[in-house]
């Protein structure tokens, strides 16, 4: 199935430090979602954007909707240790009597060094 | 806890077994999804329940594969004849339903299936 291209792939980074990872699609959404998940655990929403141009934060997270629609920044600032595990993008495309599946990015692994 | 749960968390089985996962949604979520997941890649669609009725399903989902959702709550997600390629993490998420613009997806814990 299809896949959106994340990117780093992985990332080591030292507490404190800022991060950001983006997302491309070679198709456009209307929704772009931030998703984070722990070994082992299903994924959690951290952020979601409904509109191209958005730019919204949750607490030390900011993320944006690209213009084109087809691609998507998550910015974290001052890492903390807690913020390891895996990041995904998912994009959605939203349309009355359809599925509003997800398809998701293929990951930012994380990991943050004391 | 009124979150997405998951039953069971890890399931063993050997080639060949039939296995049944069952995922129950926030209480009131029309919506439900089921998802697969391997190793290191993201979760992909497998398919979608309006209430009772299943609306879509992805091609990953082989004649093998078969969900349910009878009476529009809880769903169950059945693999007969498992094979060792049916091994990987399987998520469920469910939305409220009520907002063709605003429907966000949450998800559950997973299952993680290893087929011997």
């Known amino acids: 199935g299809q896949q959106l291209n994340q990117s780093p792939q992985s990332m080591f980074i030292q507490e404190g430090e800022d991060v950001s990872m983006n997302c491309t699609s070679s198709?456009?959404?209307?929704?772009w979602l931030w998703y984070k998940q722990d070994p082992g655990e299903g994924p959690v929403l951290l952020i979601a954007l409904y509109k191209a141009g958005e730019l919204t934060s949750n607490g030390r997270l900011t993320a944006q909707f690209g213009i084109t629609r087809k691609d998507s920044f998550l910015n974290i600032s001052a890492s903390i240790p807690s913020d390891v595990g895996i990041y995904f993008c998912a994009g959605q495309l939203r349309e009355t009597g359809t599925a509003s599946k997800l398809t998701f990015g293929t990951g930012t692994r994380l990991q943050v060094t004391l | 806890d009124t979150g997405v749960s998951q039953d069971p968390r890890h399931k063993i089985t050997k080639r060949g077994q039939n296995v049944t996962f069952r995922c129950d949604p926030i209480?009131?979520?029309?919506?439900l999804y089921w998802y697969r997941q391997t190793l290191g890649q993201g979760p992909e669609f497998l398919t979608y329940?309006?209430?009772?009725?299943?609306?879509?399903k992805s091609r990953l989902l082989s004649d093998r594969f078969s969900a349910e959702r009878p009476k529009g709550s809880f769903s169950t997600l059945e693999i007969q004849r498992t094979e060792q390629g049916d091994s990987a993490m399987y998520l469920c998420?469910?939305?409220?339903?009520?907002?063709?613009?605003?429907?966000?997806?949450?998800f559950g814990p997973g299952t993680r299936l290893l087929v011997l």
């Open positions: 209480s009131e979520h029309n919506r």
């Open positions: 198709s456009i959404f209307n929704t």
């Open positions: 329940f309006q209430n009772e009725a299943q609306l879509e």
């Open positions: 998420a469910s939305s409220p339903g009520q907002s063709p613009l605003y429907e966000t997806q949450y």
